[in-house]
């Protein structure tokens, strides 16, 4: 399990700096464009864990990129080519202070919290009876921001975001119109595939003109949750689990060992079997979501491909 992209130490030609989130490594170049690097790491409840993945980032880069490439006529991005499979480069933005997250269905931490008797999440309110995982009349916008010490995200609510000058309300309606816009085609794209998109969230930036830009991942298995449409309505009714697309199941699999992330948890052994497992399993939730063969990228020097893809695209950028 050597060959895994856990961590980048590049120096491209114009490099200004390196911002590492707990998946991807961004690297700005001149202040103009940025190299957005998905590595193997797998993180879950807000933790990086202490193995890679084999592929994970090739595969989150690859669905990400396809889902910006057949959504760029309904909403810009920040996208402007993929020269490596781990690697996707952009324009450069300035990111707005809140996520946009949107949810068809009652699952999740909506469902965790209406259990506990809330109807009412990020200023939206929520009818009494539903189910987890019930179909919501409409789907909802339950937005989150970072919080100042960079701890979990929190639930905020449109008049929140308004009233404390996050986002104007001229570029917040641009942002909601666009967030549903997203997960319509989102949601039409997962139907054709046999899936339902159950909920996700999409992060928005402003290029230097000013427009309002995608960024960062859309529709992959880290920000989406997908439930297989077949037998949905059977499993609802008998009160059965929803089979799901996503990487709830090393979310399930931690909790199962006894780690969610809270103080003095042991994260639990990540043996070889288990990781090839991990691997084996987003290679088909690629292949699910994207209703193609995943073709395995040479990763015998991850490094050295990727710094020869990366240079030789600024070599030939005109900016």
């Known amino acids: 399990m050597s060959n895994t992209l856990t961590q980048t130490n590049f120096n491209f030609p114009g490099q200004k700096s390196v911002y590492r989130g707990k998946v991807r490594e961004v690297y700005n170049i001149n202040d103009n464009l940025l190299v957005m690097i998905a590595t193997d790491r797998l993180s879950a409840f807000d933790v990086v864990l202490p193995k890679g993945i084999p592929y994970k980032g090739q595969i989150l880069n690859q669905i990400a990129t396809r889902f910006m490439e057949r ?6 991005n920040w996208l402007i080519a993929t020269p490596d499979p781990n690697v996707a480069i952009g324009h450069l933005c300035e990111p707005f202070k809140v996520e946009m997250v949107i949810r068809g269905y009652l699952s999740g931490h909506a469902a965790r919290e ?5 109807r009412e999440i990020c200023g939206v309110s929520l009818p009494d ?3 987890e995982n019930n179909k919501l009349p409409e789907p909802i916008i339950t937005p989150t921001t970072k919080a100042d010490n960079g701890e979990h995200d929190q639930d905020i609510s449109r008049e929140e975001i308004l009233s404390r000058g996050l986002v104007s309300e001229e570029d917040y309606i641009i942002l909601e119109n666009y967030t549903h816009v997203l997960f319509n085609k989102g949601t039409e794209i997962a139907a054709e595939r046999g899936l339902i998109l159950v909920d996700t969230k999409y992060e928005f930036g402003k290029t230097k003109d000013g427009k309002i830009v995608l960024i960062d991942e859309i529709h992959t298995p880290d920000s989406s949750r997908y439930f297989y449409k077949e037998n949905y309505q059977e499993r609802q009714e008998k009160g059965e689990s929803q089979k799901q697309l ?4 090393v979310r399930q699999w931690l909790i199962s060992n006894g780690f969610q992330g809270k103080e003095n948890q042991q994260i639990p052994e990540m043996t070889d079997e288990y990781i090839q497992s991990v691997s084996e399993r987003y290679i088909e939730l690629y292949e699910n979501i994207l209703g193609e063969k995943f073709f395995k990228a040479d990763i015998a020097n991850i490094d050295a491909r990727i710094e020869q893809h990366v240079t030789h695209f600024l070599s030939e950028y005109k900016q």
Do not use: D
């Not at 959504?71 to 810009?76: E, I």
């Not at 209406?114 to 809330?118: I, N, T, V």
């Not at 996503?246 to 199941?249: A, D, G, M, N, V």
């Open 71 to 76: 959504t760029a006529h309904l909403v810009p």
């Open 114 to 118: 209406y259990a506990a008797g809330k």
């Open 246 to 249: 996503s990487k709830e199941f």
């Open 129 to 131: 009876g539903l189910k």
